[in-house]
């Protein structure tokens, strides 16, 4: 903990003039965490330093956890706030990434403008994350696991304990005698995680001493090979780029490696999940060589993408027997509050910040107001409000079914429609060359089905 204020400098512009926020889970490593930035020299402590905890309702013991970290944060002269969790357990992934999921939203939308969110992830986990991921078969993105640095809500994330294994954590805080809660359920060896850290890594330690060091120092390798392949994917975007689409013949010109690492990235940029090795192999090779007038389609759980002549179109995402939404009235997302809006009837609406994203957040009137179509609305083209087009005919060239259309969000400050779900926005609140705060506007039509 020693060097903490030095990797905090490092890893945030400006620091300590800044406003940090701390996950307080109640273990050891958040209450470390807490302790160590709290209690660093005045020269070195962050101007506005508060807590989050978010309470998962899913164990009895919750409320011991909850009260512990208020107590804790409390000691400290530090002011912590308890975010409630609804975790859906019926979303056909485990109960432990639905868990993370509700938890990194809570956190997201709980962020203040500018705030910075730090989480005591360590070397440990680091590690960890990384044999999950090698074991599920991850590509290069996947095995990067955590970076130190990421962009969350309105703010940042930063990991600054990546470099610190567990064991120096626990001793940090045995020698300063600080209290934590146990979550028995870490050790229950059903979970993946679990397994690794008590029966795998253990043995892995035995042979080779330096286990997790090294694992985590190849997790960081990774990281810069994706940034260069990132980088890579970008200038070939440039090139295949057709407005929403991408060019089919641009992507033939590259090798099927690029092509693949291009399309990934494609998929991610619009928010897509990513198709398993088998539907990528195909997407970049059977659907690029159909013969022409073919409308070759690769589907998977969640997305779709399919070649219309030249041009290849990834397509919105379905949902199996996805129930009416019905009418909305007076359903109203306090967005500064919360970045993130479930739907009725499945899915919700994202903001995410994003530095090229296409929304300006500070022309997005606050609050906003959902609703569906019930036929005739238009979106103004120009900043005046002219130039309008008809919803119907703009999700007809999007080439949704007229299912699918019924359940497209529309938001609408006063009776001015604003955005047609993440296909089409208002140009009043589009994003210029002079715009500060941008961000991207997510529709998430449902939840893979796994």
């Given at each position: ?10 890893l ?5 003039d800044?406003?940090l926020?701390?996950?307080?889970s ?20 962050p101007?506005h ?10 164990r ?28 859906n357990?019926?979303?056909?992934t ?13 956190l ?16 440990d986990d680091?590690?960890e994350?990384?044999?999950?991921q ?14 130190e ?14 470099r610190?294994?567990r ?44 286990a ?6 190849a ?20 090139h ?6 991408l ?5 033939r010109?590259?090798d099927?490696?690029?092509?693949r ?8 940029s ?12 195909e ?7 159909a013969?022409?007038?073919?409308v ?14 030249e ?8 949902c ?15 967005w500064?509050r919360?970045?993130t ?13 994003d530095?090229?994203g296409d929304?300006?957040l ?45 359940h ?8 001015r429609?604003l955005?047609v ?5 208002d ?6 060359a002079?715009?500060v ?10 939840a893979?089905?796994?």
């Amino acid at each position: 903990m020693r060097t903490l204020g030095a990797r905090l400098a490092a890893l945030i512009p400006g620091f300590p003039d800044c406003r940090l926020c701390v996950a307080l889970s109640g273990g050891v490593d958040s209450v470390v965490l807490l302790t160590a930035v709290a209690t660093l020299p005045r020269s070195t402590r962050p101007r506005h330093l508060r807590a989050l905890h978010v309470d998962h309702h899913l164990r009895p013991e919750s409320a011991l956890w909850r009260a512990h970290a208020l107590r804790t944060a409390r000691q400290l002269r530090v002011s912590c706030t308890v975010l409630d969790a609804e975790v859906n357990r019926a979303r056909g992934t485990s109960l432990e990434a639905e868990a993370r999921r509700a938890r990194y939203a809570l956190l997201a939308g709980a962020l203040r403008d500018g705030e910075t969110l730090v989480t005591a992830q360590h070397l440990d986990d680091q590690a960890e994350t990384l044999l999950l991921q090698l074991l599920r078969g991850a590509g290069v993105a996947g095995l990067a696991a955590m970076p130190e640095r990421a962009p969350l809500g309105r703010g940042w994330l930063v990991r600054p304990l990546l470099r610190v294994t567990r064991a120096g954590i626990e001793r940090w805080a045995r020698e300063r005698q600080l209290a934590w809660v146990e979550d028995d359920s870490n050790v229950d060896e059903r979970f993946d995680r679990n397994f690794l850290r008590r029966r795998v890594l253990p043995l892995l330690r035995e042979r080779w001493p330096a286990a997790p060091e090294a694992i985590a120092r190849a997790a960081g390798h990774l990281a810069e090979a994706q940034q260069l392949l990132d980088r890579l994917a970008v200038r070939d975007l440039e090139h295949a780029s057709d407005g929403e689409a991408l060019s089919a013949m641009a992507l033939r010109a590259l090798d099927p490696a690029r092509r693949r690492n291009a399309l990934r990235a494609w998929l991610r940029s619009r928010a897509l999940p990513l198709p398993d090795t088998a539907r990528l192999t195909e997407m970049a090779g059977t659907l690029l060589a159909a013969r022409p007038g073919a409308v070759p389609r690769v589907e998977w759980d969640g997305a779709s993408v399919e070649r219309q002549g030249e041009r290849v179109i990834a397509a919105a995402r379905e949902c199996r027997a996805l129930p009416s939404p019905g009418p909305a009235p007076g359903l109203t997302w306090h967005w500064r509050r919360r970045r993130t809006l479930a739907l009725p009837g499945g899915g919700r609406l994202c903001l995410r910040a994003d530095a090229h994203g296409d929304l300006d957040l500070g022309r997005l009137p606050h609050p906003l107001e959902l609703r569906f179509r019930r036929g005739g609305e238009k979106l103004p083209l120009r900043r005046d409000g002219g130039g309008r087009r008809a919803v119907k005919a703009l999700l007809r060239e999007a080439r949704l079914t007229p299912a699918e259309r019924a359940h497209v969000p529309l938001l609408f400050a006063a009776d001015r429609l604003l955005a047609v779900g993440d296909l089409h926005l208002d140009a009043g609140v589009r994003a210029d060359a002079g715009s500060v705060r941008r961000a991207r506007l997510v529709w998430e039509r449902c939840a893979p089905v796994r």
